[in-house]
């Protein structure tokens, strides 16, 4: 039984199960370090009340339980209620000079909570997309994090803006069957190539997400139609 496993037997609250094997889906997309992955689900263990901390410390090791415990001290940052955005980033820094695996963490829960606040009362949405916006999202883009960065700033986006995000959603929709053939067309020329100079490569392709078109539409005064580079 793996170490993931004996911890969840051992969880006094589902919900909190649940939430830990969310996170640790989006953490294991980035690596698959054990430590990292028990201490993500520790966290959500811990911070729901649904383990204690010496259960913590026996079932997933020293390691991971300093993770989940580490997680659980930095806190909540509230920008909402402080305007203090400096103060959030701050403590974020300062987790990552102790150790960077904390904010990885940090970043896949901040994602789960925007899924799963779809249908929160708006004040909360907001609260959370507010310091997404100001401080997930940035530090995500700091460190190189893009999996997470691009799905921090659209669900961002969706809540603090939803008319403009549906502008963009419905435009992207409408463009689909284009964009796709586009991606498709460039990876096969770009396959055909790399194979006559021998080079072993993996091509992928994607529409940009909707936050970055709906802000280089803003920025270069461009309607969605004028703008060329959504694809990458």
């Known amino acids: 039984m793996s170490s993931l496993e004996s911890i969840t037997q051992h969880a006094t609250d589902e919900r909190a199960v649940a939430s830990g094997r969310a996170i640790v889906d989006i953490v ?6 054990d430590d990292i992955l028990t201490g993500a689900m520790l966290f959500a263990l811990l911070e729901a009340n649904a383990l204690p901390i010496e259960r913590a410390q026996a079932l997933g090791g020293p390691a991971a339980a300093r993770i989940g415990t580490e997680l659980l001290r930095l806190g909540s940052l509230n920008l909402v209620a402080s305007s203090n955005q400096s103060e959030g980033l701050r403590k974020m820094l300062l987790a990552i000079v102790t150790d960077p695996r904390l904010v990885l963490i940090k970043l896949a829960a901040q994602l789960h909570k925007l899924r799963e606040s779809k249908d929160a009362p708006e004040a909360e949405r907001q ?4 310091e997404t916006r100001q401080v997930y999202a940035p530090l995500a883009n700091r460190l190189g994090v893009w999996q997470i960065k691009w799905q921090l700033e659209d669900w961002s986006f969706r ?3 939803p008319d403009n995000y549906k502008r963009v959603a419905a435009w992207l929709a409408a463009k689909r069957g284009d964009r796709e053939r586009y991606i498709e067309d460039v990876i096969a020329t ?4 790399l194979a006559k ?8 392709g ?3 997400h909707i936050y970055s078109i709906w802000r280089k539409s803003q920025r270069k005064g461009l309607s969605f139609d004028q703008l060329y580079d959504v694809r990458a």
């Open 197 to 204: 100079a021998q080079v072993d490569a993996d091509i992928a």
């Open 190 to 193: 770009l396959r055909d190539e």
């Open 159 to 161: 809540y603090l803006e």
């Open 28 to 33: 294991a997309q980035l690596t698959d370090d």
């Open 206 to 208: 994607r529409p940009k």
């Open 127 to 130: 609260r959370l997309a507010y």
